[in-house]
């Protein structure tokens, strides 16, 4: 194998890697026997990692730099209401790919695997993806990123999810370095760095320096550049590309040029450590450049639809895996040393990642489609992570078999009407257990099942209290009960994600 000292070498191979796998793409294609296009628009679809409701300029932010996300929205559609399908990482990917909820999904959490290697409970071979539906319809299916839903190797494996070619971090824990040791390539494992940096590590005393916490590779770059790759070597024919890009998800690492960009005198005390992660000297400004650095990775993306003359061909879907990293029992620094009060990164939403309440689910969601969607509007529909499923199924004209949660979000697309709402259901046993339902304007959700004196009901008027400050749980019995229906009908028994509902 080639150092990875030796940049060139370096290259060559990854080159060799990325190569290999067109070509198995090219052989997936065949044994297929697909004998004609689909007539649909390509599919990006771009997931952030905890990026907050309100850390993006076309969200309000004021401090942190996104430009090109920031004209996707103005191309295309921002919706105010958008939900994630889970408070955190594997479990909101899952429903994103299945188009059930948390009372269907059988990921309901972040559990490590027990054998198949690194990487999360995988999800089963029975389970049809949004990748698989779309592969099957002919679409080239391509995946970059954080994975999260299974080992190489596993009923989980990407490749036997539906994509083609799967290429970044299989694992979530090792996504916590942004200098790995190695990502894969479907089946392979590319070492990036002979010398990783550890995402974990403390500095209690002595001089924080960001040179310290820094590796030879980059792995964002390198899945930046798969992205790029896979759009030039399918420019000629339909694909879906799904983006799972790892920022601002924490340790914070990212490049020293975005660091500085921002303005010094923003830190006056470096991060040690003390809330988990990596150390940083300016923990503030770091974590602003690891949101345009994710920026400029959706930039580079765009601009090779540009190049390749796709982007009126290619529908565009962005958002995010949960909301703004919570707080820890530092005053000032939460997980990772994230600030979330500095950037304001939940506009006054409630609570943060891991919650039910709106700090944690809420999300952005911006959608270009030109000449099918108007620039720069605005919708306030409620919608969440199984919505998009059957979306795409309705723009590419595809009806899977099997049954789905979600709602088609076309008519609010194309601003043809306003489709109905089903209820919008969430059980995370994780976090002391917690479960959520949204009925129209109402929110209705319970905390700390899984501990001895689970919490009462919560009800919230989303429209009137966004904030959530005032419970409502007492004036509207009936609407509780509504709830307490909805999820006894809906929440499927779950022996590995287990939780109970006094």
């Known amino acids: 194998m080639p150092s990875v000292n030796n940049g060139g070498m370096r290259l060559i191979f990854v080159r060799l890697i990325f190569g290999l796998a067109a070509l198995f793409c090219m052989g997936l294609q065949s044994v297929r026997g697909v004998t004609g296009p689909p007539t649909g628009p ?66 309901r959490g972040n559990k490590q695997a027990v054998e198949g290697g690194e990487g999360q409970w995988p999800i089963s071979t029975n389970r049809i993806t949004i990748a698989r539906v779309l592969r099957d319809a002919g679409y080239a299916t391509g995946a970059v990123g954080k994975w999260g839903l299974g ?39 590319v070492v990036i760095n002979e010398k990783p940096v550890p995402g974990h590590q403390k500095k209690t005393a002595g001089d924080v320096r960001l040179e310290d916490y820094q590796g030879g590779t980059y792995a964002p770059d390198l899945m930046e550049a798969a992205a790029v790759r896979f759009i030039g070597e399918n420019a000629a024919k339909p694909f879906f590309l799904y983006c799972a890009f790892t920022e601002p998800h924490v340790s914070m690492q990212p490049p020293k040029r975005l660091v500085e960009s921002y303005p010094a005198d923003w830190d006056d005390q470096p991060y040690r450590g003390q809330s988990g992660y990596l150390p940083h000297p300016r923990p503030r400004a770091a974590y602003a450049a690891m949101i345009t650095s994710l920026d400029e990775h959706v930039g580079k993306v765009l601009d090779a639809l540009e190049r390749h003359h796709l982007t009126e061909k290619t529908l565009v879907i962005f958002t995010s895996d949960n909301g703004t990293t919570h707080r820890a029992a530092d005053p ?65 004209h595809l009806a899977p078999s099997g049954a789905r949660d979600g709602i088609s979000l076309l008519p609010v697309l194309l601003g043809s009407g306003t489709p109905g709402r089903n209820p919008m259901v969430w059980v995370y046993p994780e976090y002391g257990g917690q479960v959520c339902v949204r009925l129209g304007k109402y929110k209705a959700l319970r905390q700390r099942l899984n501990t001895p004196k689970p919490g009462p009901w919560e009800l919230y008027d989303i429209a009137q209290d966004p904030g959530e400050k005032v419970d409502i749980a007492q004036r509207h019995p009936e609407i509780v009960e509504q709830a307490k229906a909805i999820l006894k009908n809906q929440m499927d028994e779950n022996r590995i994600f287990p939780l109970k509902v006094p």
Not at 354 to 360: A, C, D, K
């Open 42 to 107: 390509n599919v990006v679809f771009i997931l952030a990692d905890d990026l907050g409701w309100g850390e993006l300029g076309c969200y309000g932010q004021t401090k942190i730099r996104t430009p090109n996300i920031d004209r996707l929205s103005a191309q295309g559609m921002r919706f105010t209401q958008h939900y994630s399908g889970a408070p955190v990482c594997a479990p909101a990917r899952n429903v994103l790919m299945t188009g059930l909820h948390l009372g269907h999904a059988e990921i």
């Open 151 to 189: 080992p190489v190797g596993s009923s989980g494996d990407p490749n036997l999810q539906g994509f083609d070619l799967f290429f970044g971090y299989n694992c979530q824990a090792v996504a916590h370095s942004y200098f790995p040791h190695h990502l894969w390539s479907n089946a392979t494992q």
């Open 332 to 396: 000032v620094y939460g997980i990772g040393g994230v600030d979330a009060a500095f950037f304001n990164s939940t506009r006054g939403l409630r609570a943060f990642k891991g919650s039910v309440y709106e700090g944690g689910l809420r999300v952005p969601l911006v959608v270009r489609w030109p000449g099918r969607v108007k620039p720069g509007s605005t919708s306030d529909f409620p919608s969440y992570f199984p919505d998009h499923f059957a979306t795409l199924c309705d723009a590419l």
